[in-house]
């Protein structure tokens, strides 16, 4: 009911910047919280950066300061603005978004398919 596609992913040397996209289509009612994860190879997927309705931001102590979230609820779509991108930033990004699809529906997760995201030093 909820499809995310997410775009923008790519390589880039150490200190290079990338923005990610993802875009929410589908049957939406409402968006609550939008934002992205991350997930090294054997290590666990981890919260980068969230964004909610009213547009409070949160983001992980690692790339505070160097990444920017925003959203545009016009178009249901969520950004990841990274800048200044470390070797340790390599990992696949997912976006995901908290939403109901009828206004008497529970909020659920929905999640993207993910994108590479490749930092060389």
């Known amino acids: 009911q909820v499809q995310l596609v997410e775009s923008g992913g790519g390589s880039v040397q150490a200190g290079g910047s990338l923005r990610l996209s993802c875009v929410a289509s589908?049957?939406?009612?409402?968006?609550?919280?939008m934002g992205w994860y991350r997930q090294a190879p054997g290590q666990q997927r981890e919260l980068v950066a969230k964004i909610i309705s009213g547009g409070s931001t949160d983001y992980a102590d690692s790339v505070k300061g160097r990444f920017t979230i925003s959203r545009d609820n016009a178009k249901n779509t969520v950004y990841l603005q990274m800048n200044s991108l470390k070797p340790e930033d390599t990992a696949a990004y997912y976006c995901?978004?908290?939403?109901?699809?009828?206004?008497?529906?529970?909020?659920?997760?929905?999640w993207g398919q993910g994108t590479q995201v490749t930092v060389s030093s």
């Open positions: 589908g049957t939406i009612f409402s968006i609550n919280a």
């Open positions: 995901y978004v908290d939403g109901k699809v009828t206004m008497e529906s529970w909020s659920r997760r929905y």
